[in-house]
């Protein structure tokens, strides 16, 4: 079997090590327009801050791809013949394949705002973009970045730490209004204004204005004003880069459409990862699942159908993790920004404004839990993987809360406050306190 991939990230990788596995004899070659080598995209960050070396974000050595007899190909896949199973190259070659894996990944959601093809206006999604960054930004005194997601703050994390002042544009009326409660926008809140970012909130961007030489000189807003910038960030979201999958005859949406088992209508063409869009996605799940863990996830279940073994992608309870300048995020489960009809919230915060924790649970008879956040809390996921797959009740969740902890030895405890707080909210549902082996404990 040839199997031929379709991008190196994370998914594709997974794919190909997981195959190579279960069928040694396969080969297998993995296209990538964008870099020769994988390497991890969410460490991007720290070469631009000059914390890491680009050769110090590949997960593998060089050597490691001709050990595991896995195919680079440094080209762009510019068309597939379903019909003859060929892959054509922008080097100008084709490569056979009996198996295809589309594992495109993303591209930054662009607008339509005047200006915004200028010198100095770019997303940061590639490689090549932070290249372009880290040489666009030397000598820049202001920049304004456009959204208010995870990308929108490691982008003004990244150019504050240069000593660039930072104007953020957030639409929604405060951040991340799609996502998080207002309890925690407003500890990240705190993280922007104690780093010196200035958050303009209920305001988009109307025009990018350029200077003479063609490169941006300010930003005029919804609000009709004029925020002198020399780069203007945009980070508005991504979407599944699914151009090529489009041109060879594949049912796209948002995304690549997919089964369970990862596949396109055209035979023998899977997609995975960011790309890849859910026909019948599961109550409560999402259709579109652009995280790392999910696209390393996808791509072990690809590997299996693939070699013969259909098998069913199933994610698991949703998580995800982010980091605010120091503050330190962690979500397990549901936790939409409004409570749903049928589930209650308890929320209990640190009087400093640091520590952060959010319990949803149903209102019915069970008390299953439903989702957490906890901010300036790190958690154990295998332990919250198992309450939300079980439905564990909430009182038992926090009987048991210690025992979630993640912070380091010699942190300060706060189940305590959290137990006391919880009874307190709801007094029908009491959790008591004990002392075991000079730590705290808890029962319901």
């Not at 070469?47 to 590949?58: A, C, E």
């Not at 915004?116 to 932070?130: M, N």
């Not at 003004?156 to 930072?166: C, D, N, Q, R």
């Not at 706060?414 to 306190?433: D, K």
Request: with cysteine; hydrophobic share 40%.
């Amino acid at each position: 079997m040839h199997l031929v991939i379709i991008g190196n990230g994370i998914t594709g990788v997974t794919c190909a090590l997981t195959v190579r596995q279960l069928q040694p004899t396969a080969r297998i070659t993995l296209v990538s327009e964008e870099s020769l080598y994988h390497f991890s995209r969410p460490a991007l960050m720290y070469v631009y801050l000059g914390h890491l070396r680009p050769q110090d974000i590949k997960p593998y050595e060089d050597w490691f791809w001709t050990e595991n007899r896995l195919e680079l190909v440094h080209a762009q896949a510019t068309a597939v013949d379903v019909e003859r199973k060929t892959v054509s190259l922008s080097t100008g070659s084709t490569l056979p394949y009996d198996k295809l894996l589309l594992a495109t990944g993303s591209v930054g959601r662009r607008a339509n705002w005047p200006g915004q093809e200028l010198a100095g206006v770019q997303g940061l999604v590639t490689l090549p973009d932070l290249e372009r960054m880290t040489q666009d930004t030397h000598g820049v005194r202001e920049a304004v970045v456009v959204g208010g997601g995870l990308i929108g703050v490691e982008l003004a994390e990244m150019l504050s730490a240069k000593g660039i002042a930072v104007t953020l544009l957030v639409r929604e009326g405060h951040y991340w209004a799609s996502v998080l409660p207002a309890q925690e926008a407003a500890l990240v809140q705190q993280q922007l204004a104690a780093h010196h970012i200035k958050v303009l909130y209920n305001t988009q961007l109307a025009e990018i204005l350029p200077d003479a030489q063609g490169r941006v000189r300010a930003v005029r807003t919804s609000q009709d004003q004029e925020l002198t910038c020399q780069w203007v960030g945009l980070s508005i979201g991504v979407e599944p880069n699914r151009q090529l999958a489009q041109a060879a005859g594949a049912e796209t949406d948002r995304g690549i459409l997919v089964d369970k088992f990862l596949q396109t209508n055209l035979p023998d063409v899977y997609a995975a990862g960011d790309c890849a869009q859910h026909r019948h996605p599961e109550a409560g799940e999402v259709a579109l699942e652009q995280l790392w863990y999910t696209g390393r996830h996808q791509g072990e279940t690809v590997a299996h159908t693939i070699c013969g073994q259909p098998t069913r992608y199933q994610r698991g309870p949703w998580y995800n993790s982010a980091k605010f300048f120091d503050l330190e995020y962690q979500t397990y489960g549901r936790v939409p920004a409004h409570v749903p009809p049928d589930e209650h919230t308890f929320c209990w915060q640190h009087p400093s404004g640091r520590h952060l924790l959010r319990l949803n649970f149903r209102s019915d008879a069970t008390l299953a839990v439903t989702g957490m956040n906890a901010l300036g809390l790190r958690q154990r996921h295998d332990l919250w993987d198992q309450w939300l797959r079980a439905g564990t009740p909430v009182t038992t969740v926090l009987a048991e809360l210690g025992a979630a902890n993640f912070d380091p030895e010699f942190y300060r405890q706060h189940e305590a406050a959290i137990v006391q707080a919880f009874n307190q909210q709801y007094p029908q549902h009491p959790v008591a306190l004990r002392r075991r082996r000079g730590l705290f404990s808890f029962h319901s």
